[in-house]
């Protein structure tokens, strides 16, 4: 079943009589067309792709014309009340959740003069719960897409030298994944070495790389969907702290993914996790969630968390991380991160191919 018909028997059982689409990644998920001028226009007969001259042939060529009619009308938002009004539509869902007040006063004004004069904030809600559930497809792109990340991590390990820098190593990172296949990265690429590494979300800098823990977290997208990985190595020689860390890291993600399968909870899954690096004497150490989940966004639903739902549960379609860490101020941090899907036939499978064994470099 397509992303759209999916859709159009998500807004029948919301009674919803139509649905303007305003987020790029929300019309992309829907069409399978990037651009970034325009409207998607869905009711249950007829959905409509309405954007400008600029991308009318690649539209055309890329959308399913037994799905969506494209049309470059010169004022696009009068041309929607037209359509809307000529299919009977009184009321239409927006966007809540990334359609800005102005854009909608906008839309509302222009609706309303064709008589359409109740809008519904549900937008976002309906088809980011379609989105929650990954197809065949759409976790064989992801598959593409940390593939491409997976080999540029073997690439880096023979890169680093100590000459580079961190900047050094994340432009190369994302090098290696554009000339590989990514059509961009999934997130600004992490690269912190030395004291940095206690940083989570370290900044890279335009220093060279100092010795000790090195984590590199990054990945590539490939039509639209994203990979998410991080390895941490050692840049020289780990002492014994620096491995029993290490191990603790690797002990608490492989235990949480040990017990990953369909129906169990999310806040259980980080509490595997975290009670390993808290009775290893990390207690307060592991600030964030396990994990996340990633598709059009590197940020999804559902949340692998202490804050997470007691009814939320890992379920078919899911994808998320599992990415423990120890982050200790001013000395240093680990971090090691997998991407897992439960896939439609509720089989658990790992994106991540590549080695976590402690590494530790020459430098």
């Known amino acids: 079943m397509s992303h759209l018909s999916r859709m159009i028997e998500a807004m029948k059982a919301a009674d919803m009589e139509a649905v303007i689409v305003t987020s790029e990644i929300n019309q992309r998920y829907l069409t399978g067309f990037a ?5 998607v226009v869905v009711t249950p007969k007829k959905s409509w792709l309405i954007t400008d001259f600029r991308y009318t042939e690649a539209a055309e060529a890329a959308v399913d014309p037994a799905e969506f009619e494209v049309i470059a009308p010169g004022k696009m938002l009068p041309k929607i009340a037209e359509l809307l009004r000529d ?38 809600a309906l ?23 997976d080999a540029a991590f073997t690439h880096i390990l023979s890169y680093i030298n100590p000459d580079r820098t961190e900047i050094d190593v994340a432009l190369e990172l994302e090098f290696f994944m554009r000339s590989h296949g990514a059509e961009c990265v999934s997130f600004e690429t992490i690269a912190a070495s030395g004291k940095a590494s206690s940083m989570p979300h370290a900044v890279p800098r335009p220093v060279k790389l100092e010795r000790g823990f090195f984590t590199m977290d990054f990945g590539a997208r490939v039509d639209g969907y994203c990979s998410d990985m991080t390895r941490t190595v050692v840049l020289g020689k780990a002492d014994e702290e620096m491995r029993r860390l290490y191990n603790t890291v690797l002990e608490a993600q492989l235990a949480s993914l040990a017990a990953a399968k369909e129906g169990v909870g999310c806040k259980a899954l980080d509490t595997i996790a975290r009670d390993i690096i808290d ?8 600030g964030h969630s396990l994990g996340h989940g990633v598709g059009m966004y590197i940020h999804e639903s559902p949340r692998l968390s202490q804050v997470a739902p007691e009814d939320s549960v890992l379920k078919r379609g899911h994808v998320v991380t599992f990415e423990p860490g120890i982050y200790l101020p001013g000395q240093y941090g680990c971090r090691i991160e997998d991407m897992v899907a439960i896939t439609p036939d509720g089989q658990v499978h790992n994106f991540t191919h590549s080695a976590k064994e402690l590494i530790e470099l020459d430098v």
């Open 87 to 124: 299919a009977g539509v009184k009321s239409v869902a927006l966007e809540e959740a990334t359609l800005s007040i102005r854009d909608s006063e906008r839309i509302e004004k222009a609706l309303g003069e064709a008589g359409i004069v109740y809008f519904r904030p549900e937008a976002s």
């Open 127 to 149: 088809i980011d719960g379609l989105r929650l559930y990954k197809d065949e497809q759409e976790i064989a792109l992801m598959q593409q897409a940390q593939d491409i990340a």
């Open 279 to 286: 009775n290893a004497g990390y207690k307060g150490a592991f």
């Open 35 to 39: 651009y970034t001028d325009g409207y």
